[in-house]
């Protein structure tokens, strides 16, 4: 019975020791060999995926402590998709704690409704992410549109979804255009996909008018208004007529000229009936949806009344009529 207790004993405690120098390694840098290596997580990827990747790369030693301990943490659900950069030799918990939002590995950055590609380079590269001209560069690669399935002649204006971003440190350039692409797949869903071609339009045609709603107006309620009246003009092939397009066209400020009405270009509604060709901004899920869902009304022009609204009328002579009392009053 001694000989029993003390066999079970040492059995244990070899165990515990084993289990001890387990856990232990998970802090202690690894026996891996000096380098980098590079992981993608995927957006919604099982954590058991995650483990599999880090084990395949050499990343972590044993899948089932780490994922032991990632579970007794609470942290196998706080993995954050993206592309990361391990150098190595790492222990197991540091790679874990670069996949953790708020650990200090992470940039954090919003991106607003509304900016163009060149606007959000300029944020990102503020908020120290990216390098503004080697994403601009990179925003332009054939290789990168299609990788992501995107026509080249577009590329990837209205694709960089406006959101909160957690970006891994040492992302690249490409691999923040793809996350911005990816997060914009996910918001436009199936059922806005199918809706898209109940409307005999195209995912392409309907980011570009999302586009021109959003920077027509900052008004979420007035938003299918505003999409009701190119709508209707579309329908009636009229020209759209937005001044935003043709700010995006000259690449000017918001104060356009009668000349700049004038110039012939592709993204001028003034001159160009339809839709410009590609779309003039980064339009939010508000914008989109109201692309797809325009408001049952008549109206077919707008204009502003110079506090962030605007006023809404069925034909010219009451446009007319509210351009003079909003020009008067905005003088």
């Known amino acids: 019975m001694k000989r029993f207790v003390l066999t079970s004993l040492f059995a244990f405690l070899s165990l515990l020791i084993v289990f001890g120098s387990l856990v232990a390694g998970l802090f202690a840098p690894g026996r891996q060999a000096a380098g980098k290596v590079e992981i993608k997580i995927e957006r919604g ?16 030693a044993n899948e089932r402590i780490f994922s032991i301990w990632a579970w007794l943490n609470g942290l196998d659900k706080r993995v954050h998709w993206g592309f990361y950069r391990f150098e190595l030799p790492l ?3 540091a790679a874990l704690d670069q996949m953790i939002p708020g650990r200090g590995f992470f940039y954090r950055v919003t991106v607003p409704e509304g ?31 299609s990788e992501l399935r995107l026509d080249e002649s577009g590329g990837v204006e209205g694709y960089l979804f406006p959101d909160t971003y957690q970006l891994p440190r040492w992302i690249t350039e490409k691999e923040v255009l793809i996350s911005m692409v990816e997060q914009f797949r996910a918001a436009f869903s ?3 996909e199918e809706q898209t071609k109940t409307m005999g339009f195209t995912v392409h045609e309907v980011v570009t008018l999302a586009s021109v709603i959003e920077k027509e107006t900052g008004t979420e309620a007035e938003r299918p208004l505003v999409s009701a009246v190119f709508h209707n003009r579309l329908k009636l092939r009229m020209p759209l007529q937005s001044d935003p397009t043709v700010i995006y066209a000259v690449q000017g400020t918001k104060n356009i000229t009668r000349k700049d009405l004038r110039t012939d270009h592709p993204y001028n509604t003034y001159r160009v009936k339809g839709l410009p060709p590609g779309p003039i901004c980064n339009p939010g899920l508000a914008s989109l949806k109201a692309a797809l869902s325009p408001a049952a009304v008549p109206y077919l022009y707008f204009v ?19 351009v003079k009392l909003y020009q008067r009053a905005g003088r």
């Not at 099982?46 to 972590?60: G, T, W």
């Not at 300029?122 to 690669?141: F, M, N, P, T, Y």
């Open 190 to 192: 199936a059922a806005m």
């Open 304 to 322: 502003s009344k110079n506090d962030g609204s605007h006023l809404f009328s069925v034909d010219l002579k009451e446009h007319n009529q509210a």
């Open 115 to 145: 900016l163009t590609l060149r606007e959000a380079a300029e944020l990102l590269e503020k908020g120290g992410v990216v390098d503004k001209e080697r994403l601009l560069r990179e925003a332009e690669s054939p290789g990168l549109l």
């Open 45 to 60: 990827e099982p954590f058991s995926s995650v483990v599999r990747k880090l084990k395949e790369k050499s990343v972590i």
């Open 91 to 93: 222990a197991s918990a």
